[in-house]
């Protein structure tokens, strides 16, 4: 089984609707990541969380809000997507600094979700 | 702003032969690590190779080797007996000083290998 998981896969939705997308992890780690990625721009950081009280906001956050349930769990919602939000979305997750064998900063991404807001 | 460029959108190469790709950077901090994440098209970003700033010794894993060159905020990513395999994006990121786990994506490299 893979070690983070991205729910849907693939989505189409119209603009207005309101759309979430779910991350599942089973590496254990305490932070997460979500990501979007477009053409000639690269991956963009929306959010991210360092452990279940704390939620921070990245480069590009407008239009997007968070949840982390649990640990393993951190959801992206899109309150009323728009057609420029149309694009390819990562979760990741990474390990604390410092813990030995860590890699440090290496994130660990899901498979993406591809969201075409219509 | 602390940015990262990939001036070179799509690269090709021969199978077995090597191929480098180009990233430049700019920041003002002095501790900062780079990194160049791979993404065939199955869409899963791994990571290929990691370099820290404070080390001057060049980062090598197996076929994949980067050039840093510190003063000249340059870190290229060199593929050595290129395979088939290694067609996909390559995304050359970086983390600043203490904005630990925030990284920072250049626009990525699309490379074609040629059988």
């Known amino acids: 089984d893979a070690d983070v998981t991205q729910t849907p896969r693939n989505r189409i939705t119209k603009t207005g609707k309101r759309i979430m997308l779910e991350c599942s992890q089973t590496k254990g780690h305490d932070r997460m990541y979500w990501y979007r990625q477009d053409p000639g721009l690269g991956l963009r950081l929306i959010y991210y969380?360092?452990?279940?009280?704390?939620?921070n906001k990245g480069e590009i956050s407008d239009g997007y809000s968070v949840s982390r349930q649990a640990q393993a769990k951190f959801s992206l919602s899109l309150e009323s997507a728009i057609p420029n939000q149309t694009a390819l979305y990562f979760c990741?997750?990474?390990?604390?600094?410092?813990?030995?064998?860590?890699?440090?900063?290496?994130?660990?991404f899901g498979p993406g979700t591809r969201l075409t807001v219509l | 702003a602390q940015t990262v460029t990939q001036s070179q959108p799509e690269m090709s190469v021969q199978e077995a032969e090597t191929v480098t790709l180009s990233c430049t950077y700019d920041?003002?901090?002095?501790?900062?690590?780079l990194f160049w994440y791979k993404q065939p098209p199955s869409r899963q970003m791994i990571l290929v190779i990691r370099?820290?700033?404070?080390?001057?010794q060049n980062a090598t894993e197996n076929r994949f080797s980067v050039n840093f060159q510190k003063a000249a905020k340059s870190f290229s990513l060199k593929i050595s007996d290129s395979q088939l395999g290694d067609a996909a994006m390559y995304f050359c990121a970086s983390r600043w000083g203490t904005s630990y786990g925030k990284l920072t994506f250049g626009q990525g490299t699309i490379l074609t290998v040629h059988p």
């Open positions: 920041t003002s901090e002095s501790d900062y690590y």
């Open positions: 969380s360092f452990d279940v009280k704390d939620i």
């Open positions: 370099q820290e700033a404070y080390k001057q």
């Open positions: 990741a997750t990474s390990d604390a600094p410092g813990l030995a064998g860590v890699v440090e900063d290496e994130q660990f």
